[in-house]
């Protein structure tokens, strides 16, 4: 099955997302990090970057253990109900 095309919306998202988990890393390591989430170096990268913008949920909740961030934080930051309000 062809997966469809992305919205600009949902890109967007994945770059907040990406920028939120980068955030919270803070002084500690993509390695560290990586390491504590079960998950790739690059895997960590590519979301940070939004080159992700869909990520799984496992491997998102394992990152935001792995940087002490409660997923309910995450999804407060990253939904809206306006559109273009990521984008801003």
Known sequence: MVRPPL???ERDRGEL????LRAA?????????AAAAGISVE???KIE???VPTPAFFTVAAIAAAVDLPLDD??????TSTPGLLSA
């Open 17 to 20: 997302l990406g920028a939120l």
């Open 25 to 33: 890393r803070a002084d500690r390591s993509m390695v560290e990090v």
């Open 49 to 51: 970057r939004g080159r």
């Open 74 to 79: 995450l999804l407060a930051r990253t939904t």
């Open 43 to 45: 895997t960590l990268r």
């Open 7 to 9: 919205s600009q919306d």
